[in-house]
């Protein structure tokens, strides 16, 4: 039940780009992403609802392709302080809320 | 940051006893998550509360239950630990259904021996 993330890690240079994507057996009908520091708790960046409609963050960005049922988030020009697990989260029916396995990012100077 | 507290945050026991989570919530939010996280495999939904007394199960329910007699508390029972019950483990709310994020809590690291 779990949507699938890749890559499972990057490791970027300061400045580099960086795209990690999520998709799912089953339809989507909104997408959230969420970023972990190491020993803190998941952090909400962004929701992204069918339609197109995006709400969340300044400098990182999504899409969401609800045929292909895939989202992606957009990291660019790195900074230090992305670095961290990102998950994808979404609800395959009103209730349950499912986590993607998480892409581990490495941001070095 | 959303009033959302974990108790205990670490926690050592041994195998087969039973042990009890706590999740606390200030927010009045309707929907309360447990997740397990483990290396390589992500968040793994345990169990979840749509209201009081309404629950259902998650992709990893087997050898937990939860309870939810009051909005604000939710709680995960390892019934009889097991090792491989070692992990840490988040609560999450959520105030609504599709377009509401969800709020986390610390985490608990609990270590079965």
């Known amino acids: 039940q779990q949507p699938v993330q890749s890559p499972q890690a990057v490791i970027l240079r300061e400045g580099e780009d960086a795209v990690i994507n999520c998709s799912s057996s089953k339809a989507l009908y909104s997408v959230h992403w969420y970023r972990q520091k ?72 | 940051d959303a009033g959302i507290t974990q108790s205990p945050r670490h926690k050592v026991t041994e ?15 309707r929907y309360m998550y447990w ?26 329910s087997d050898g937990y239950s939860v309870s939810r007699s009051k909005t604000e508390d939710f709680l ?12 840490v483990y988040f609560c999450a709310i959520r105030r609504g259904q599709m377009n509401t994020e969800a709020f986390f809590g610390q985490g608990t690291r609990l270590t079965v021996v």
Do not use: W
Request: net charge positive; charged share 20%.
């Open chain 2, 76 to 87: 995960l029972t390892l019934e009889s630990a097991t090792s491989s019950q070692t992990s």
């Open chain 2, 35 to 60: 997740y397990r996280q483990d290396p390589g495999h992500g968040l793994r939904l345990i169990h979840y509360s749509y209201g009081v007394k309404d629950t259902d199960k998650g992709e990893v």
């Open chain 1, 38 to 109: 190491h020993g803190e708790a998941p952090v909400f960046l962004m929701i992204l609802l069918k339609g197109g409609e995006q709400k969340g963050h300044e400098k990182i960005s999504a899409s969401f392709n609800e045929k292909k049922q895939q989202s992606s988030l957009y990291l660019t020009a790195s900074q230090l302080s992305y670095s961290g697990t990102y998950f994808c989260g979404t609800s395959y029916n009103f209730n349950k809320f499912y986590f993607g396995s998480g892409t581990k990012l490495n941001v070095k100077p």
């Open chain 2, 15 to 29: 195998t087969g006893t039973p042990v009890t989570l706590r999740c606390h919530q200030t927010e009045n939010h």
